[in-house]
C-alpha cells in the first residue's frame, strides 16, 4: 500500500493551494484519512480529518479557510487551502487508516510522503 501526495507548491499569502493524496496497491476498504503538517522547529499537527462517512474536523487556525475532502472511488483524501498564510508554510503530510484485505479485521495506518507547501508574505 502507497499513498502519494501531491499538490505542494509555493504561493502568496492570500492565494489557494489543492493537495491530493491517493491511495494505491491492496485495499479492501479505507476508514479515516488525515492530513498533517510540520513546520520546521515544530511538532507534526493534525490539519484536518474525514471520516469514511465525510464527517469533518480541523485545527482551529485553518477552520473557514481548508477543506478535507475524499473521493471513495478513486481512494483519494484532497485539502483544498484557500486564504493561506505565511504561518501555513509547513510539509504536509497525509495518512489513512486502512484495511489492506478482505480475509482480515486488521487495520493499519499508513503515511504518505510529505509535500512542501510555502506561502511567501
Known amino acids: 500500500v502507497q499513498l502519494q501526495a501531491s499538490g505542494g507548491g509555493l504561493v502568496q499569502a492570500g492565494g489557494s493551494l489543492r493537495l491530493s493524496c491517493a491511495a494505491s496497491?491492496?485495499?479492501?476498504?479505507?476508514?479515516?484519512m488525515r492530513w498533517y503538517r510540520q513546520a520546521p522547529g515544530k511538532q507534526r499537527e493534525l490539519v484536518a480529518a474525514?471520516?469514511?462517512?465525510?464527517?469533518?474536523n480541523y485545527l482551529d487556525s485553518v477552520k473557514g479557510r481548508f477543506t478535507i475532502s475524499r473521493d471513495n472511488a478513486k481512494n483519494t483524501v484532497y485539502l483544498q487551502m484557500n486564504s493561506l498564510k505565511p504561518e501555513d508554510t509547513a510539509v504536509y503530510y497525509c495518512?489513512?487508516?486502512?484495511?489492506?484485505?478482505?480475509?482480515?479485521?486488521?487495520?493499519?495506518?499508513?503515511w504518505g510522503q510529505g509535500t512542501q507547501v510555502t506561502v511567501s508574505s
Open positions: 496497491g491492496s485495499i479492501f476498504s479505507i476508514n479515516a
Open positions: 474525514i471520516s469514511s462517512g465525510g464527517s469533518t
Open positions: 495518512n489513512a487508516d486502512l484495511r489492506p484485505e478482505r480475509s482480515s479485521p486488521l487495520i493499519y495506518t499508513y
